[in-house]
């Protein structure tokens, strides 16, 4: 009797933490969610509100510190639709528990970059040999440490355009595949669920194709840890409203990924040209479409207004956020997309074999053809081995708040009333569709929500933790007399 009721006790207190999305991983060139066999198909922002400076190690704060910020940003993102955030500069010694339990409530992924500006936590382009170092690996270690335990960590990026002109791709590539290796062999070790690792490359039409191709190819058959999972573009080449697939290169580029043995997504997308008009972000409707269903969708740059102005919204000083128009325009292509379309995976795709490494499959001159990958630096075998020092292993937590408590203005400048994160249930990914956000703002609209693809799930009947919790301390208790 009691083992039972401890069981049924702790069966309703696990379940209340255990809403976790579920583990994607890499077949062959889609990422596949591997409980319901969906597609995911990437549908993103890159979150760095603050930008660069925002990552502080003197502050202990990065992106992903501040839990109310969080809440603020991942209620707006769940209604803009987005699936998976990218996070560029994050610090492995800081907290994120709060952060990544929200997202993950929400059903939004995180990819994270492993670097950053700081110096030496990164490759530096301009001397590769010299910056790849053990301080160096205890570093992006530490990250792995830090998120592997998320279950919505999706990938993690090795590199980001570290190679932007033909005069760094010479020495960089051969490095960026050891950092892989490393990274992939340390997760191996030391990581319950494997975790992608790829690169994000810089859209240098002169040196995309090879770079997709150095990274992609396999060395010496099998099992070579140093090729990409997956590849990231930075692609900034629709720009405007009268943009076209054409016109964008969209199609060329589909050309070039048409026979990719891994998957190929946006890191970054969203050209900003004409200045000072709202994007219309028309290419959505080509990237989620039938024909670019190769590539595995892509990233908005970027959530916040910041110097570059690229936001989707605006943070104010006082900690409220005013959408921008762009966010308005976003989600309305987002609700438009074909969510059947996206989540269906293509049963051939998997067979895609990666060419064998060879100097053939590089055509710039200028372009690295040495496929001899740098050794591990001295005693990296030693931190794979045993472990980085004192890592700080990030858990998910519970969720308690969900009311966003600072005010959000729509694009209109009214206030945005009673926002709030909806943790979904059932583990599910978040998908568009969502409530109408600016429309929102206007008092008098009545429930604007033209979406014809209504949110399969909701919170309706949802047992919440503390209800599921105190369900079964009375039955424990009716059960004990
Ligand atoms: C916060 O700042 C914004 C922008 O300056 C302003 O419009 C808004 O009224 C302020 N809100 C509060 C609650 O102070
Ligand atoms: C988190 O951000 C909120 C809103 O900007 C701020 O009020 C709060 O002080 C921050 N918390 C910490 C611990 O920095
Ligand atoms: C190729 O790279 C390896 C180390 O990664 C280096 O030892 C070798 O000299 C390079 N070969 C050429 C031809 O540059
Ligand atoms: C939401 O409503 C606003 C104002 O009515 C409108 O401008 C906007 O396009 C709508 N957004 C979506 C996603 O339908």
């Not at 943009?243 to 990924?257: C, K, P, Q, S």
């Not at 053809?369 to 519970?398: C, H, M, R, V, W």
Request: charged share 20%; glycine share 8%; proline share 5%.
């Amino acid at each position: 009797m009691r083992s039972l009721l401890s069981l049924a006790l702790s069966v309703t207190v696990f379940a209340s933490f255990a809403h976790a999305v579920h583990p994607v991983e890499v077949r062959g060139r889609e990422f596949v969610d591997t409980v319901t066999n969906k597609r995911l198909m990437i549908v993103g922002a890159d979150y760095q509100p603050g930008g660069q400076s925002a990552y502080n190690p003197e502050k202990k704060s990065d992106a992903l510190s501040n839990g109310t910020v969080c809440l603020r940003d991942a209620a707006l993102l769940q209604r803009l639709g987005v699936n998976t955030i990218r996070v560029y500069n994050v610090d492995p010694k800081v907290n994120h528990d709060e952060c990544a339990s929200i997202f993950n409530s929400v059903g939004v992924y995180m990819i994270i970059d492993v670097n950053s500006p700081l110096a030496g936590e990164s490759l530096d382009r301009s001397n590769p040999a010299s910056s790849y170092h053990k301080g160096y690996l205890e570093r992006i270690f530490g990250v792995v440490e830090n998120f592997k335990n998320y279950p919505n960590t999706l990938a993690f990026f090795a590199g980001n355009e570290v190679m932007n002109d033909v005069g760094t791709s010479k020495a960089n590539p051969p490095y960026l595949r050891a950092v892989q290796r490393d990274l992939k062999n340390y997760i191996a070790k030391h990581s319950k669920r494997t975790i992608p690792v790829g690169y994000s490359a810089a859209d240098v039409r002169e040196i995309l194709e090879d770079t997709w191709a150095y990274f992609q190819c396999e060395i010496d058959g099998k099992d070579d840890l140093t090729r990409s999972d997956f590849f990231g573009l930075n692609s900034y080449s629709w720009c405007g409203a009268d943009a076209t697939y054409e016109t964008a290169g969209y199609n060329t580029l589909v050309g070039m990924f048409d026979k990719t043995s891994i998957p190929v997504f946006f890191s970054e997308y969203g050209c900003n040209k004409p200045v000072g008009v709202p994007r219309s972000f028309n290419e959505v409707a080509a990237l989620y479409g039938n024909q670019m269903t190769v590539m595995s969708g892509g990233l908005v740059y970027e959530y916040s207004q910041e110097k570059s102005d690229y936001g989707l919204v605006v943070i104010n000083d006082n900690s409220t956020v005013t959408l921008r128009k762009d966010f308005d325009n976003l989600q309305e292509h987002y609700n438009k997309v074909d969510l059947k379309l996206i989540e269906s995976a293509d049963a051939t795709a998997t067979r895609i074999t990666p060419p064998e490494c060879s100097s053939d499959l590089i055509s710039n001159s200028g372009y690295s053809k040495n496929f001899t990958i740098p050794s591990p630096p001295e005693g990296a075998d030693d931190l794979i081995k045993n472990g980085i020092q004192d890592p700080l292993n990030g858990e998910l937590i519970q969720v308690k708040e969900t009311a966003v408590p600072m005010a959000v203005y729509g694009s209109n400048g009214a206030e945005i009333k009673g926002l709030a994160i909806k943790p979904l249930s059932n583990d599910d990914t978040n998908t568009p569709g969502g409530e109408n956000t600016s429309g929102d703002a206007q008092p008098s609209s009545p429930a604007a929500s033209p979406s014809t693809t209504p949110k399969a799930k909701s919170n309706v009947g949802k047992v919440t933790a503390s209800t599921g919790f105190t369900v079964a301390v009375a039955l424990a208790l009716v059960l004990m007399l």
